[in-house]
């Protein structure tokens, strides 16, 4: 069985992160905690930066896979926030560091170009058009806010309250913008049995 060197590198930092800020734990010490030559990290990652995003991406939202693009939206959220609330303190460190490279402008990022694959996929072969582009690349940075906001106070509200807030103010305009798509189906409309419908989508 391979090695799996990422996941043993996403541990090490994990759990040195429990010890010590994560804005001091150096690469050195990540080598030292498993084992890891220097080449084989930088083999793997640009730096530690790009280990902390990976655990983001791996560990902490991975129903939100750029290469799948498959999910249902109210049921992948709350999951990943759960995991958020497990990881809090590696999250907030994570936050506090800035940079091109940093984990803030990665969930953006990464929000957005989801955003933008999994509403393509959604809408069918056609382009989407610019005002669903528009909207798509809005919502995912507006909810990208919310979710550091959340995380930064440290988490006021439960994951459901927070989580269906976010798919509401998403859903908001989607039916009619994906009225030309090849289902015409709104993609918000999974939600548990407990929200109610939005104005718009009660309509006829």
Not at 25 to 30: A, G
Request: proline fraction near 5%.
């Amino acid at each position: 069985m391979a090695v799996d060197m990422k996941k043993i590198l996403a541990d090490g930092l994990l759990e040195l992160c429990t010890k010590k800020d994560l804005r001091q734990v150096s690469i050195k010490e990540i080598l030292a905690k498993t084992g890891v030559s220097r080449q084989t990290f930088y083999n793997h990652f640009l730096d530690k930066e790009d280990l902390i995003c990976y655990v983001y991406d791996k560990r902490i939202i991975p129903e939100f896979d750029l290469n799948s693009a498959q999910v249902s939206f109210y049921d992948a959220l709350l999951a990943d926030f759960y995991r958020m609330k497990e990881h809090h303190v590696f999250l907030k460190q994570a936050l506090a560091m800035e940079g091109v490279n940093s984990l803030k402008n990665h969930m953006y990022r990464h929000a957005q170009n989801f955003d933008l694959k999994w509403h393509q996929k959604a809408y069918g072969s056609q382009s989407l058009p610019d005002a669903l582009a528009f909207a798509t690349t809005y919502h995912a940075s507006a909810s990208v806010s919310m979710t550091l906001s959340w995380i930064l106070g440290d988490m006021p509200v439960p994951p459901e309250e927070i989580v269906e807030l976010i798919t509401r103010m998403r859903s908001i305009g989607m039916e009619k913008l994906f009225a030309t798509s090849k289902d015409g189906i709104n993609p918000y409309h999974s939600r548990p049995a407990s929200q109610p419908a939005l104005p718009d989508e009660s309509r006829p």
